[in-house]
């Protein structure tokens, strides 16, 4: 072999082999496809709706100042009545709130007698004081009330003042009647006595002074009238503050009917007259 084709062949043996070339590569991320004809599915969202609160339950206002309507189921009255004796009463006409029956007739209302006074018997009049806390309506749905009367028909002389205390009649009437009675009865019997004597103006005269002492003793004596709320009694009552009910448990469709209460009858106080006539 020549020297130049040597020469060649350690030239060669010295080059690097040949090899495919290197350099930096970036993979790119693998594309999912879909089969022709089917729907891309919708991405999900990154975060979750809350879900949403409860709604509290609706409630209806019956305002401060709204009347109640009530008739009274048991008789009470200062001769007998001490405080935290119970009154029943029930409503006689429904309580409507943005022309929506929210107390229909007929529902129960509760209370308690706070104070009761007797009458003195030379002067003070008689005096009552009630207050409502509970109400029952016609679906025993039962409610706290805070009610005070405003009003009172008893058929005597009873009165409520603006505390809401129920006050009773004045018996100044009956007490002049008393005097009179005795007066004229002491005068009939003193003139019978005196034309038996042979006097019978003196004897007029002597019996009326005695009758009208008797009489002007048994006013003293005699305690003024009581104040009394007899079976059947209506009053009207006021409520001092808020009621709130809840909306699910007043939907009515009907105003409701109250319990046929006769009323009470008319009395009229009388003082009683002592005297041996």
Known sequence: MSACCVAALVCASRLPAAGPRQGPTTSAPAVETAPPGAKAPTPAPAVAAAAPAPNKSAQIEVPTGTHLPLVLHN??????????????????????????????????????????????????????????????????????????????????????????????GSGKGSDVGTVIRTTAAGAGIGAGVGAAAGDAGKGAGIGAGVGALAGLTAVLLTRGPEAELPRGSTVEAVIDRPIYLDAEKVQFTSPGQASPVAGPPNRQTTQPIPFPF
């Open 75 to 168: 008789g009470i009255s200062t001769r007998s009545a001490r405080p935290g004796d119970p009154v029943y009463f029930e409503t006689l006409f429904p309580v409507l709130v943005d022309g929506r029956v929210v107390i229909p007739a007929g529902s129960y209302v509760s209370g308690e007698v706070t104070e009761a006074k007797r009458p003195g018997r030379v002067k003070g009049r008689a005096e009552m004081m009630i207050k409502l806390t509970t109400m029952i309506l016609p679906n025993s749905y039962m409610v706290n009330l805070n009610a005070t009367p405003s009003g009172a028909s008893s058929g005597g002389g009873e009165t409520v003042n603006g505390e809401g205390k129920i006050v009773g």
